[in-house]
Structures are given as structure tokens and as C-alpha cells.
């Protein structure tokens, strides 16, 4: 392989040009996946005395394999398409795969009495502690979508010199790093409150979840009384968490800050015509300051979109499907799980 690997450029398919018609497909057509869905181990995680989290594991038979751990977006689980769609793609090279429900998704509200935010990171580890103890000899990569790329970048940033020596590589895609910049952008435009509508209609059924597993802490009416991401945030989450309301949690919990203390081999995938998630300056200038961190950036692509004309190719390497993020995700794991083999 390259000793750095030049990744083909994006073509976005010419029906989906438009940044809002991306995004709704990366989230609506779904990834073939067979029997690997079906095949995959369900096993709960205990994080702490309180919460669980659900994995879903597809394990090679010989221990020593890659293995990709996912983090999924915001109100997402492990069964979003980009999840399924990375998870076989890495499973077909021959990686073992962990696709990871935070807190609170994927069903798993009467798991935890809490819920979660954009740099709670203790699901992450309670994976990672769990991989040590069952694959120790495993090289890892970990990879997030949107708020998942958020969650992970602070996970590794809290290690910061001293990563977990089976992490090999990170991968982010369509990351929300500075959240003032994106709560603005989201409350903006009638497509952006559209998507915002969905995503509360989400937290409604998931706050109502709450309300009947765990009364004492959350009222009947839980799930009313928001109606865009400020005021949920403002009356649940930044109090849930010690923040002092949601322009503090927005600032306090935005991986920017942190972008400084990742230690890992890290590619950043994000398109400039991202709907929901700006790629903002400040973000920019924190990753090039980084030695640590390589920017991929398209000109189009949407938001955990990026649906080609056709599957890239290049000298070194050529993609299964047309979701081109997703196999630079794999390609750029690749290239990092056989340079570390190449340096032991």
C-alpha cells in the first residue's frame, strides 16, 4: 500500500446532487447485509451498576483478527444503515466487528436510568475494557458517524498519550465537533427543522420510555414540553449532566476542544455541503494543527451521505458498493491495521 494512502475522489450520483436529497438517502436506502445481520451475537455490556448497554458482535473464529468497533449517530443504533453497511464491508476482509448502542438507543432505555450526550464516554470504554480481557491480541480500530464521531473523539482524547496499545486507528465521519455552530445551523431553514422534528419525535418516544421504567425520575409528561434541540437539551440533558443549560453543554461538550489530545492515527471524512454539521474554521484549524489527524473532505456528500455515480477505484484499491464513505472507512483501516503489522 501507499505510505499514504490517496484516496479517490467522491462523485456524488447525479440524482443526488442536492445536499438534502444526499442526506436522506445515506439514512433511507438501505445496505444489503443477508444473513450478517442476522448472524450477529446480541450481548449486554454492564458499564456500571446502573446501566447496560447493548453490542451486537460479529466475531471471526480465530481471536487474533482486526476488529472494527462502531459508534452510531445521534437517536441512530446498531442497525442504521451506514452501521450494517461498514459492518459486513469490514467483516467480508476478514475483521471482527462490535457495533456499539449507546446508552438509551437500540431499545436499551429500561437499561439506564440516564441518558447521554456528545462526550459521555464511559459506553466506549466499558467496550474497550471488555476487548481486553476477551481479544487482547486483537488490533482494534474504532470509527463514529455524526454524534458517534463525537463521543469517540473524546474517548481517545481522555487517553491521551497513553490509547489503549490495540487501537490502531479512528475514523470519523460527518462529526459534529463544535456543537454552537451546529445547534445554530440546525434550528436554520425549514429542511434543517425538518430534521429536527424527526429526531424529537425520537426523543419523545424515548423519553416516554423513560417515564414508565423509571417514574421517580422522570414525570409522565416527559415527553412533551421541547420543541427543537435547545429546549430539550436545556431542560434534560445539560442537567442530567452538570451542565449550566444548553449553551453551556454546547460548548463544554464539543470535541474541538479535544481535537489536541487524540494520540491515534485519525482520518476525518465530511463534505462541505453538509445540511446539518458546518465544517467551521475553528474545527479546521484544530485538526491541521493535529500531526495526528488527516482531513478528507468533499465538495458534496451531504450529512452521512456520500452515494457515488459508481464504485471508486483507485491503484490500490477498489470499493464493493457506491457508499464511498463507508469503504474509505474500511481502506483507510486497512492501511492502518497492515502498517502496524509491518512495525511490530
Known amino acids: 500500500m501507499l505510505e499514504k ?3 479517490s475522489a467522491f462523485f456524488p450520483h447525479p440524482l443526488l446532487r442536492d445536499q438534502h436529497a444526499m442526506t436522506v438517502a445515506g439514512a433511507m436506502l438501505p445496505r444489503p447485509s443477508g444473513p450478517f445481520n442476522d448472524l450477529a451475537e446480541k450481548r449486554w455490556l454492564k458499564v456500571d451498576d446502573e446501566t447496560s448497554v447493548l453490542l451486537e458482535l460479529n466475531i471471526q473464529q480465530q481471536s487474533t483478527r482486526p476488529m472494527l468497533v462502531m459508534v452510531h449517530g445521534l437517536s441512530g443504533s446498531s442497525q442504521s444503515p451506514y452501521m450494517l453497511g461498514i459492518a459486513q464491508k469490514a467483516f467480508l476482509q476478514g475483521w471482527s466487528v462490535i457495533r456499539v448502542n449507546i446508552r438509551n ?15 459521555l464516554t464511559d459506553d466506549v470504554e466499558a467496550v474497550f475494557e471488555m476487548i481486553a480481557k476477551e481479544f487482547p491480541l486483537a488490533p482494534i480500530a474504532l470509527t463514529g458517524y455524526s454524534l458517534g464521531g463525537s463521543i469517540i473523539t473524546h ?9 489503549p496499545e490495540q487501537l490502531k486507528a479512528m475514523v470519523c465521519v460527518s462529526t459534529p465537533f463544535n456543537l454552537v455552530s451546529t445547534s445554530r445551523t440546525m434550528h436554520k431553514g425549514f429542511m434543517n427543522r425538518m430534521y429536527m422534528k424527526k429526531f424529537l419525535i ?5 423519553m416516554k420510555n423513560k417515564a414508565a ?12 414540553g ?3 434541540f435547545y429546549s430539550f437539551d436545556q431542560q434534560w440533558t445539560a442537567p442530567a449532566f452538570g451542565f449550566d443549560g444548553s449553551s453551556d453543554y454546547y460548548n463544554r461538550a464539543s470535541a474541538l476542544h479535544v481535537i489536541k489530545d487524540v494520540k491515534v492515527p485519525t482520518l ?11 465544517y467551521c474554521e475553528p474545527t479546521r484549524d484544530a485538526v491541521e494543527a493535529n500531526p495526528n489527524m488527516r482531513l478528507l473532505l468533499a465538495k458534496r456528500g451531504g450529512h452521512c451521505g456520500f452515494f457515488g455515480a459508481k464504485a471508486a477505484n483507485s491503484l490500490v484499491w477498489s470499493d464493493i458498493d457506491r457508499w464511498w464513505a463507508e469503504n474509505r472507512v474500511i481502506e483507510y483501516c486497512a492501511y492502518r491495521f497492515e502498517k502496524a503489522q509491518k512495525t511490530q
Not at 425520537?202 to 424515548?206: A, E, I, R, T, V
Not at 476525518?268 to 458546518?278: G, T
Open 268 to 278: 476525518i471524512i465530511h463534505s462541505e455541503d453538509d445540511p446539518l454539521v458546518p
Open 105 to 119: 438507543c437500540g431499545g436499551s432505555e429500561k437499561r439506564t436510568p440516564t441518558l447521554y450526550h456528545a462526550a
Open 226 to 228: 421541547y420543541e427543537d
Open 202 to 206: 425520537g426523543f419523545m418516544k424515548s
Open 5 to 7: 494512502p490517496r484516496f
Open 213 to 224: 421504567q423509571f417514574p421517580e425520575l422522570y414525570p409522565q409528561d416527559a415527553s412533551y
Open 155 to 163: 474517548t481517545v482524547a481522555n487517553w491521551g498519550s497513553s490509547p
